[in-house]
């Protein structure tokens, strides 16, 4: 099987963090949020960028299957 690799995106600064914003407040995030809070904030920074980068890491590790 292939890799993923994720890098940081390429689009403007703006349409990242607005990007950014929408993934926070969607539904999927939250509930990722609230099962995995213990974890991602034992293992990573708190910052928006570091929860947003591991839901969407795992979220297209699981769509891979």
């Excluded at 609230?34 to 570091?50: G, I, M």
Aim: some cysteine; aromatic content about 8%.
């Amino acid at each position: 099987m292939d890799s993923v690799t994720v890098s940081q995106p390429q689009a403007s600064p703006e349409v990242w963090n607005s990007l950014k914003r929408a993934i926070a407040h969607s539904s999927g995030f939250q509930r990722w949020l609230s099962e995995k809070q213990a974890s991602v904030l034992l293992e990573q920074p708190t910052d928006l960028e570091a929860c947003v980068t591991a839901y969407l890491r795992q979220a297209l590790e699981t769509l891979a299957y």
